[in-house]
């Protein structure tokens, strides 16, 4: 790897870690809250025959979800300057 384009990763890396520390430390950005859906299996008996009982209820629960943090925060990084010149690099080498 061309060591011009090694530091430009490096220090893409770097702000993209710097980025989520400090929006986490501020509070710009947290996990939403997020109800999933799931079939909880009470009964099962395989036979020979087959399914011969078979019981199962649902459920939902909440689960902590980044999603949208992790949008935001991907157009926040795709502004930043270390992300143009890695993107510059990246092309100019690869195409």
Not at 11 to 32: F, H, M, N, Q, Y
Not at 35 to 41: L, Q, S
Not at 60 to 74: D, M, Q, V
Request: glycine share 6%.
């Amino acid at each position: 790897m061309d060591e011009n384009l090694s530091n430009v990763l490096k220090r893409l890396g770097l702000s993209v870690k710097r980025t989520i520390e400090d929006c986490i430390s501020k509070g710009a950005i947290k996990p939403e809250e997020e109800v999933f859906f799931r079939w909880k299996v009470d009964k099962f008996r395989y036979t020979d025959e087959g399914i011969t009982e078979f019981g199962a209820h649902s459920e939902y629960f909440i689960k902590p979800s980044w999603f949208h943090a992790s949008l935001e925060l991907t157009e926040s990084i795709k502004r930043s300057n270390e992300y143009t010149s890695a993107l510059g690099q990246l092309t100019e080498i690869f195409g």
